[in-house]
């Protein structure tokens, strides 16, 4: 009677723990795709939420870690970058400790994103490169394969930066191939959305208009399915300005009036600034001097807001790593110090063991020649 009672309380115990951590796990992954989608369209909600998804996953390095990338890349929205390297750094921190490589993967890309956005190119591909090798030395698993196209699209970025256009084209088309296989994810959807805007860019930038107009509108067609905002303003930016080019002036104000109103609820100065900079130009050339007037001093105003945050937080950073810098300067200094008394302890013991064997060796050369001596005079 006993045991089988026994039997049936552990039985309902473990069906129990399981639904639990069935519940417990469902309630993770929901939260952890809210954020992700958040991030583009609501940064200050994805960073509340993210918090929470952090403290719900105590004992789940990879959801922690998840969390405290979308956290981070919510303040990069947000052009707060202390706070990005904040957040992203104690990622790092956990995936090292952890030794999940995908992990590592996944925050080494990030970090390196996040140095290219502060011009900071050199420093970015050492961290894009490491991410890089790991994948060749632990390949991802298959649905983990988009980590690689966001890599490729951050090398995209700054080969733009650096070397144009034309170099940069081969990084954005390998991504979007990556990005196509893995479109199950709102996250890989929204990169999506945006390298194909890159692409409008670049196309634009080398004339080739038509291919523009086609990365612009396919973008948009993958923005609208998880309605990023921000992703279809981009969008309708590169639409405006193709159709300036084409003398289409009115049509263009149109368009960049109902695309800056769209993203009123966005809190995005980079994006504000480019739409309020196209209308002001827009203006001028229909000769609407009023509006030019008064949408360059907008753009103006938050230019200026924006360099100033963004050089506050370039300060921080840069004195956290020449910090960073002198710190491994006075470890490596500390380093040679101990190898140099540690060497020098040892070749003192070698010399007192040399000098306490020759000593050895004469002692006995003297014992014997007194010996010699005592021998002769006897005979």
Do not use: W
């Not at 959807?189 to 860019?201: E, H, M, P, R, V």
């Not at 159709?243 to 263009?252: F, G, P, Q, R, V």
């Not at 910090?323 to 500390?334: A, V």
């Amino acid at each position: 009677m006993f045991p089988t009672f026994f039997n049936t309380f552990l039985l309902l115990t473990t069906l129990t723990s399981a639904t639990l951590f069935g519940q417990q796990q469902a309630t993770l992954d929901s939260l952890k795709k809210e954020v992700s989608v958040l991030v583009y369209n609501n940064p200050e909600l994805a960073i509340e939420k993210g918090f929470k998804l952090y403290n719900l996953s105590k004992d789940n390095a990879s959801y922690q870690i998840s969390a405290l990338l979308s956290i981070a890349n919510g303040y990069a929205i947000l052009k707060e970058h202390d706070e990005v390297f904040k957040y992203a750094l104690k990622a790092d921190s956990i995936a090292e400790k952890n030794e999940n490589y995908t992990d590592q993967v996944r925050v080494l890309g990030f970090i390196g994103g996040q140095y290219r956005r502060l011009k900071l190119s050199g420093r970015a591909l050492r961290y894009l490169d490491e991410a890089y090798n790991l994948t060749v030395k632990h390949p991802l698993p298959d649905s983990l394969e988009f980590i690689q196209g966001n890599i490729l699209v951050v090398k995209g970025l700054i080969k733009k930066d650096d070397l144009g256009c034309e170099y940069a084209l081969p990084y954005f088309t390998d991504a979007v191939k990556v990005f196509e296989r893995n479109t199950d994810r709102k996250s890989v959807i929204a990169n999506l959305a945006i390298t194909l805007n890159n692409i409008g860019d670049c196309f634009i930038e080398l004339e080739r208009f038509s291919e523009a107009k086609q990365s612009f509108d396919e973008a948009i067609t993958y923005a609208l399915k998880i309605n990023a905002i921000k992703n279809i303003a981009s969008s309708k930016l590169g639409l405006a300005k193709l159709l300036s080019i084409e003398s289409k002036y009115e049509a263009a104000i149109e368009n960049l009036e109902t695309t800056l109103n769209s993203i009123k609820n966005v809190n995005d100065a980079a994006i504000n600034i480019k739409i309020l900079k196209a209308l002001s130009e827009n203006y001028k050339i229909i000769g609407n001097n009023e509006k030019f007037n008064s949408y360059t001093k907008m753009y103006l105003e938050e230019e200026q807001k924006l360099l100033e945050q963004e050089k506050k937080s370039l300060n921080k950073v840069t004195e956290e790593m020449s910090s960073e810098n002198l710190e491994k300067r006075i470890n490596q200094k500390n380093k040679y110090t101990y190898t140099f008394l540690i060497c020098g302890l040892i070749l003192f013991i070698i010399i007192v063991l040399i000098l306490r064997n020759i000593l050895q060796k004469r002692t006995k050369i003297a014992k014997s020649k007194d010996k010699i001596q005592k021998s002769t005079k006897k005979g």
